[in-house]
């Protein structure tokens, strides 16, 4: 309709709306603004269903994808309880994609559509998931750090607009809270343990602190959807506020633990309040998210396989005359 050259999303986004019914895009909006909720059968213009599909399919791809780097610790998790609680921790994560998959269902994409786009590297999911969790320290500051990021981006959004979305979020936030608390935990050990420990888990927060800053998106000056998601309220707050909102959080406990962050420019301006950074590097985050992270190939990989061998469980469950299902007398 538009062609094959460039168009801004934003701008590509007005013309679509443009093509919507003027007084029901007026109405959809006052009930937005009213703080009321759109559900799957209300009238919604085709922008706002397109960018809601997009990320609740990217958020629940990152719950399947994010699965794997705590989940290959599961067997080597030192002790019995911790291996438990990471094998409830992943059991969550997966269930979390379950809850959005069906979130994005209401919108009218199958959810073979969307495992087809994931596996073939049509969708992106979150860039935090392409890194590899080398020692036992990364699995626990994914549980601790990117959860703590991924509530402060769930509580906003689940706040939104749009029913099924929120109400996922509202769940999915309850489990994470554990989550968090889990990570913690174990940072907290391997910090104030053995110096082996705790260079372990300094490693590991040298290794995760860029992916980190990027999880949040890219800034507010390059960041393409935040201003009609803002608007239609999908998201709640913009990439650097919720940035901004971690660093405030999660810094300080960092320091307490003794660890240290690595970034130089790091500090709170106490005149504007906010906190102070070395830009992160765009080029890598849209490398990564992208394809061309360290682990992008394996972790795709790892989910054709799941996919090619859970085949047979979906066939019979689906067909109730498969060959899978032995006739009960
Ligand atoms: N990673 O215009 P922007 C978890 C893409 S899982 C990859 O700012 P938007 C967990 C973006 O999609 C929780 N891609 O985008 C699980 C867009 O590309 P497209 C994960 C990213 O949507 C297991 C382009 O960059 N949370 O916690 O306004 C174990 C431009 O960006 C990322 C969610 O998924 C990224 N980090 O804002 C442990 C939350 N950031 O689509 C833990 C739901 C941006 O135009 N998603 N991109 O090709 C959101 O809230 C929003 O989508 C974002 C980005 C804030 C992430």
């Known amino acids: 309709m538009y062609g094959n050259a460039y168009i801004d999303p ?107 786009d994931l596996i073939t590297g049509k969708s992106k999911y979150s860039n935090v998931f392409n890194y590899p969790a080398f020692t036992w320290a990364d699995a626990c500051v994914i549980a601790w750090l990117i959860d703590a990021g991924a509530i402060i981006n769930q ?39 053995s110096s082996i420990q705790r260079d372990m888990v300094q490693g590991a927060l040298i290794r995760w602190w860029p992916p980190i800053m990027h999880f949040f998106g890219p800034s507010d000056k390059i960041s393409q959807h935040t201003e009609i998601l803002m608007k239609w309220k999908v998201k709640m707050a913009s990439n650097d ?46 490398r990564v998210i992208n394809g061309d992270g360290p682990c992008n190939a394996e972790r795709l990989a790892v989910r054709r396989h799941a996919e090619e061998h859970g085949r047979w469980v979906r066939e019979a469950l689906n067909n109730v005359g498969s060959k899978y299902i032995v006739p009960l007398a």
């Open 155 to 193: 509580v906003a959004n689940a706040k939104g607009s749009y029913g099924p979305y929120c109400r996922a979020l509202d769940r999915i936030c309850t489990e994470e809270s554990f989550h968090l608390k889990y990570g913690h935990d174990n940072v907290v050990t391997l910090a104030t343990g």
């Open 10 to 116: 934003n701008e590509k986004a007005n013309l679509i709306l443009a093509e919507e019914d003027p007084q029901k895009l007026a109405e959809f909006e006052a009930r937005i603004d009213r703080g009321e909720k759109i559900e799957p059968k209300d009238w919604m213009p085709k922008e706002y269903r397109k960018q809601l599909i997009r990320m609740i399919e990217q958020h629940a791809h990152s719950e399947i994808i994010g699965a794997l780097p705590e989940g290959t610790w599961i067997t080597r998790a030192p002790g019995f309880k911790r291996k438990l609680a990471l094998m409830a921790k992943v059991q969550d994560e997966v269930g979390h994609a379950q809850l959005l998959y069906s979130a994005a269902e209401t919108l009218g994409k199958s959810r073979e559509a969307m495992i087809n």
């Open 241 to 286: 506020d919720m940035r901004q909102q971690f660093l405030d959080m999660y810094v300080p406990k960092i320091w307490d633990l003794g660890l240290s962050i690595p970034d130089p420019l790091l500090k709170k301006n106490t005149a504007t309040n906010k906190w102070e950074y070395t830009e992160p590097d765009w080029d890598e985050f849209k």
